[in-house]
């Protein structure tokens, strides 16, 4: 069973910086894409960075030249290096791996989350 465990959440001030981690523990195969996801009070869930193939990397319009997504794929590990932080960035991000086993595709699984909170 692979799990998900996001860290690096907390207070930080507008204009600061954040890096989250996420790590997997557990078998993986091989991965098909790694995502960051968050969700803001009384807001639906949105996509922020993904990277898919192992290289090639997408970012909402919000956090585009902000934010920067990146994996260490000997450690089956995703970080997310946030710069210039702001108000609005505030929600719970969540990562997400769409991975294969030896005998299983297509399989899914999510972090539990951790709390960015950009106030002054």
């Known amino acids: 069973q692979v799990q998900l465990v996001e860290s690096g959440g907390g207070l930080v001030q507008p204009g600061g910086s954040l890096r989250l981690s996420c790590a997997a523990s557990g078998y993986i195969f091989s991965i098909n894409a790694m995502g960051w996801y968050r969700q803001a009070p009384g807001k639906e869930r949105e996509l922020v960075a993904a990277?898919?193939?192992?290289?090639?990397?997408n970012y909402a319009d919000s956090v585009k030249g902000r934010f920067t997504v990146s994996r260490d794929g000997a450690k089956n590990a995703m970080y997310l290096q946030m710069n210039s932080l702001k108000p609005e960035d505030t929600a719970v991000y969540y990562c997400n791996f769409r991975y294969n086993t030896r005998t299983t595709r297509s399989l899914e699984v999510w972090g539990q989350g951790t709390l960015v909170t950009v106030s002054s």
């Open positions: 990277i898919t193939g192992g290289v090639s990397t």
